[in-house]
């Protein structure tokens, strides 16, 4: 005599013995069940950024880290003959963050850090020499037609707002071989206080509130849509024109630093390889190919803020 219980139970146990057949034998169930645990512990910021990325027609691998030493680090350790151009890598935080001349980028949560994986015989953009000059204008028009907000740049990879760093561009070479990582670094909803005290003066954050995170998702987009995606900005004079317009540190006098020299100069623009040109005080002419435009930085955050008050005071 069987009991109803005893029905139940043998049912169960059959049903235990049939899953964990299936279970360890058909790699299809646990693929789909990896998944879901995957898509269950995505953030919101990578949920946003999945859907916008699919929403553009953007479908690129997508690689999204809470935390990371560097993405562009990342970037070019994927490097391989199979690698997949446009991939990106982005990160919430960096623990080792790089700018030009491998100093450290601050990467505390609230900022885009994010890098792209370039071939450059399937990228739209063909002037390979001026890449930084083109992402740091693919991601001052993003913000301006996401935010509305008017970045200026300073050469060759700075991003200003209202005379204070807010981001920067760092471009690499893998050597020896047809790809390039494009590294962007840029500060959004960034707590101020949380920088070290030698740069809370020269060093700004867009300042948006933006605690799930859409606002980051959107801006990412829309800059990954313009690099990877062909239309005005796959023009080299609309790149430099752009580049040029905004640039804020020509026709002004600044000191450059040029190997163990330190040059006072006059900007006088930028050519069409991305060289700065420049005008020493007897008149040479020089085209620099590399170098560090040196600013009183503390000097032109206080007189943006003087500018930006007396507008406000000739307003009311």
């Not at 899953?19 to 919101?44: D, G, H």
């Amino acid at each position: 005599m069987f009991t109803n219980n005893t029905i139940k139970t043998d049912l169960k146990f059959e049903f235990n013995l049939i899953f964990l057949f299936l279970w360890t034998r058909n790699r299809t169930i646990k693929k789909f069940y990896n998944e879901k645990v995957i898509k269950m512990n995505e953030s919101k910021f990578e949920q946003y950024l999945k859907n916008g990325l699919k929403e553009m027609e953007l479908d690129f691998p997508l690689h999204f880290f809470e935390e990371t030493t560097s993405t562009n680090d990342l970037a070019k350790s994927f490097i391989k003959p199979q690698s997949i151009h446009g991939t990106l890598f982005i990160a919430r935080k960096q623990n080792a963050g790089r700018g030009t001349y491998g100093r450290s980028f601050i990467s505390k949560s609230g900022g885009i850090y994010c890098s792209l994986l370039i071939h450059v015989k399937e990228w739209h953009f063909k002037d390979i020499n001026l890449a930084t000059i083109f992402a740091a204008v693919t991601v001052r028009e993003a913000v301006h037609d996401v935010l509305g907000l008017q970045l200026e740049l300073k050469w060759v990879n700075d991003l200003f707002l209202q005379g204070r760093k807010v981001g920067g561009i760092l471009t690499e070479k893998q050597f020896d071989s047809n790809w390039i990582v494009i590294g962007i670094g840029l500060n959004v909803s960034n707590r101020l206080e949380e920088f070290p005290d030698e740069l809370k003066q020269i060093v700004t954050t867009i300042g948006i509130d933006d605690p799930d995170d859409r606002i980051k998702a959107m801006l990412v987009v829309t800059i990954i849509n313009y690099i990877l995606k062909k239309g005005k900005l796959s023009c080299k004079n609309e790149v430099m024109r752009c580049y040029l317009k905004n640039l804020f540190i020509l026709n002004q006098q600044v000191e450059i630093a040029y190997g163990s020299d330190l040059l006072q100069v006059h900007v006088l623009g930028v050519d069409d390889s991305g060289q700065l040109i420049v005008q020493k005080s007897c008149g040479d002419i020089l085209y620099l190919q590399a170098g560090e435009v040196k600013l009183n930085l503390l000097k032109l955050a206080k007189k943006e803020v003087k500018a930006k008050k007396f507008a406000l005071d000739k307003n009311n």
